[in-house]
């Protein structure tokens, strides 16, 4: 079993910056993959980033949401477990509970999570 614990949420400007961090308990086959979803009050819960090691957490490779494209950075640190998301240009629309994610493959769907963390409050005003 992997705990995903978030960090980095907060209120932030319209046009600010934030970095989330997620730090995974252990490192193993089931979490090659790790990511980023968020859900909005009265939405369904959407896929953000996702970063992918084939081994050693050496390099990933990276997938983004259309909406976030050029304004967001998945990344990860593999000596501390943990992987990362800078936020930067926000919007009053990426207002969300934003929830680390990981599974053996790229976390894609919500479908293809192995482990969620708890959440962390990001909330942009204008």
């Known amino acids: 079993q992997v705990q995903l614990v978030e960090s980095g949420g907060g209120l932030v400007q319209a046009g600010g910056s934030l970095r989330l961090s997620c730090a995974a308990s252990?490192?193993?086959?089931?979490?090659?993959?790790l990511g980023w979803f968020r859900q909005a009050p009265g939405k369904e819960r959407e896929f953000v980033a996702s970063?992918?090691?084939?081994?050693?957490?050496?390099?990933?490779?990276?997938t983004y949401a259309d909406s976030v494209k050029g304004r967001f950075t998945i990344s990860g640190d593999s000596a501390k477990n943990t992987v990362y998301l800078q936020m930067n240009s926000l919007k009053p629309e990426d207002t969300a509970t934003y929830y680390c994610?990981?599974?053996?493959?790229?976390?894609?769907?919500?479908?293809?999570?192995?482990?969620w963390g708890q959440g962390t409050q990001v909330t942009v005003s204008s």
């Open positions: 994610t990981a599974g053996p493959r790229p976390v894609l769907t919500t479908g293809q999570a192995y482990y």
């Open positions: 252990a490192r193993t086959s089931t979490n090659n993959a």
């Open positions: 970063i992918f090691w084939s081994a050693f957490w050496s390099s990933g490779t990276t």
